[in-house]
């Protein structure tokens, strides 16, 4: 009986697995607010670049961030698999994210998370934004730690 409590005190995470060119990056899914199809995203004059403009979903006017952009990989392509990810930061604020393609939902259990170490596997400033990396059976995902992410973004305007 004792083993069994044992086991229900394990930490199991929820991850969207998200697709930037052939990365495959997690995003803590308590930060998933909706997940929307490419749409018209309308311009906004004075932005930093990797902010790509504004969209209205369901009367609210989101910002749109290209992450490819503000982690200083290669521009976005978009195709028929763009996502639009809309994000709640812990502040309340909704964000929107460009990603390439929505893969799946992954449960990792806090002993297949390790802590992000700072070398060169990371691309770009890929690095300054993650909180760990997931192991899935083979595959390794990165752990994207949302507030990093967007902790600079009202200094950029």
Known sequence: MDSLLETTEIERIQF???QFGEEQYGINI???DNIVRM???TRVPQ???YIKGV???RGEVIPVVSIRLKMGLEP??????TRIIIIRLDNGELIGMLVDQVKEVVTLESSQIDQASYDSTAKGEMANFLSGVGKNGEDL???L??????ADKDKDK
């Open 16 to 18: 969207i697995v998200v």
């Open 30 to 32: 308590k930060y998933i």
């Open 39 to 41: 749409q018209h995203i």
């Open 47 to 49: 932005v930093p670049h």
């Open 55 to 57: 969209i209205n979903l």
């Open 76 to 81: 976005d392509e978009i195709t028929k698999n």
């Open 141 to 143: 995902i990165s752990l």
């Open 145 to 150: 730690d949302l507030n990093l992410v967007f």
